[in-house]
T-cell receptor
């Protein structure tokens, strides 16, 4: 299994500022995934972070808005840049672990409110 | 492309009723994994089950049961004798091969009234 520690758990931020979310895993994993869940909506993948290479972004998400770091196999950060109220969401990081890396684990999420 | 459809936006039941949440998926891969998660109002995702494409056996865990049918590309979830604590949003998700991203359905809001 994998235990994921995500920080902060929640924050209220002013528009125009940036917030960096941290995700720490208790085991080494190849890929880390960042999801966004807008209010009342489902989870949407923002990007996949591989150690040692640039993150792969999904359609509709760009690196300038959501820069990601992946300095080692247990840690990643997601920054939400130049925030607007539309960025108010829950952000979650996720990894696969377990047999054949088929079990998906999630952090507890970061509940972001932009005012 | 992979896709998950949860056609039921919201379901309301009275405590002790049985309820089934539907999930239909699309994938071109022969190897894939299906998941169900529960999201209570606190926001965290609670893992309920993982099923791989080669195992069509139904599974029962307490009041929860899952019916996986490849012929209809469905992976439905039934709660027997529902309780108020079952009230949450339930998500079905699909991952192709192993260790790939999850694609989520829209979710079903379950409200269990006492």
């Amino acid at each position: 299994s994998a235990v994921i520690s995500q920080k902060p758990s929640r924050d209220i931020c002013q528009r125009g500022t940036s917030l960096t979310i941290q995700c720490q895993v208790d085991s080494q994993v190849t890929m880390m995934f960042w999801y966004r869940q807008q209010p009342g909506q489902s989870l949407t993948l923002i990007a996949t972070a591989n150690q040692g290479s640039e993150a792969t972004y999904e359609s509709g998400f760009v690196i300038d808005k959501f820069p990601i770091s992946r300095p080692n196999l247990t840690f990643s950060t997601l920054t939400v840049s130049n925030m607007s109220p539309e960025d108010s969401s829950i952000y979650l990081c996720s990894v696969f672990a377990g047999p054949q890396n088929t079990e998906a684990f999630f952090g507890q999420g970061t509940r972001l409110t932009v005012v | 492309a992979q896709k998950v459809t949860q056609a039921q936006t919201e379901i309301s039941v009275v405590e002790k009723e049985d309820v089934t949440l539907d999930c239909v998926y699309e994938t071109r891969d022969t190897t894939y994994y299906l998941f169900w998660y529960k999201q209570p109002p606190s926001g965290e995702l609670v893992f309920l089950i993982r099923r791989n494409s080669f195992d069509e056996q139904n599974e029962i865990s307490g009041r929860y049961s899952w019916n996986f049918q490849k012929s209809t590309s469905s992976f439905n979830f039934t709660i027997t004798a529902s309780q108020v604590v079952d009230s949450a949003v339930y998500f079905c998700a699909l991952s192709e091969k192993g260790g790939n991203k999850l694609v989520f359905g829209a979710g079903t809001i379950l409200r269990v009234k006492s």
